[in-house]
T-cell receptor, first 112, second 111 residues
Framework: EAGVAQSPRYKIIEKRQSVAFWCNPI?????LYWYQQILGQGPKLLIQFQNNGVVDDSQLPKDRFSAERLKGVDSTLKIQPAKLEDSAVYLCASSLGTVEAFFGQGTRLTVV | SQQGEEDPQALSIQEGENATMNCSYKTSINNLQWYRQNSGRGLVHLILIRSNEREKHSGRLRVTLDTSKKSSSLLITASRAADTASYFCATDEHNNNDMRFGAGTRLTVKP
């Protein structure tokens, strides 16, 4: 069974630039999560999708972050414009529901 | 906001010893999960315990849940150097199915 795929693995951008991350969840997983993990901290939930609908985006900084999950499969997370404090690992995870979630390897973003 | 909070923040033990990590949370939950993260990698699911369960085992792992105290513990018995990692608890707010993590416990097992 293929795991959760994320790309790119690494990204370096200058502040005020835009960046997008892509996630392909495990086939058949209706729930998809995006997390931000700053070095030394736990993952912070940014947004949770159920199929192509948003379940929880209460911690998503909507002035600069956006996410979509068209057709209820792949998802993209965008930051526009990026700030220095956005430097973190962005993790995508998927699950069948109220059971274990499977995580991708993450995208490490450095904003300079 | 973070839901679960792990304790201690860091733990260093010798190989063969047992490691105990605790997690406290704030609201009612449907279930609680423990995850492991090796440095620079994604998280790996270890075990899930539902709100109506009190204890669960999986190999060298033992998880307890006390809903009256809103706390859980993860015990790793006979630790190995390969157990060195960060361990996180994740909880869902009741009827929301979201999954929120604490700050984690960084475990170091010395050979």
């Amino acid at each position: 069974e293929a795991g959760v795929a994320q790309s790119p693995r690494y990204k370096i951008i200058e502040k005020r630039q835009s960046v997008a991350f892509w996630c392909n969840p495990i086939s058949g997983h209706a729930t998809l999560y995006w997390y931000q993990q700053i070095l030394g901290q736990g993952p912070k939930l940014l947004i949770q999708f159920q199929n192509n609908g948003v379940v929880d985006d209460s911690q998503l900084p909507k002035d600069r972050f956006s996410a979509e999950r068209l057709k209820g499969v792949d998802s993209t997370l965008k930051i526009q414009p990026a700030k220095l404090e956005d430097s973190a690992v962005y993790l995508c995870a998927s699950s069948l529901g109220t059971v274990e979630a499977f995580f991708g390897q993450g995208t490490r973003l450095t904003v300079v | 906001s973070q839901q679960g909070e792990e304790d201690p923040q860091a733990l260093s033990i010798q190989e063969g010893e047992n490691a105990t990590m605790n997690c406290s949370y704030k609201t009612s939950i449907n279930n609680l999960q423990w995850y492991r993260q090796n440095s620079g990698r994604g998280l790996v699911h270890l075990i899930l315990i539902r709100s109506n369960e009190r204890e669960k085992h999986s190999g060298r792992l033992r998880v307890t849940l006390d809903t009256s105290k809103k706390s859980s513990s993860l015990l790793i018995t006979a630790s190995r150097a390969a157990d060195t990692a960060s361990y996180f608890c994740a909880t869902d707010e009741h009827n929301n199915n979201d999954m929120r993590f604490g700050a984690g416990t960084r475990l170091t097992v010395k050979p």
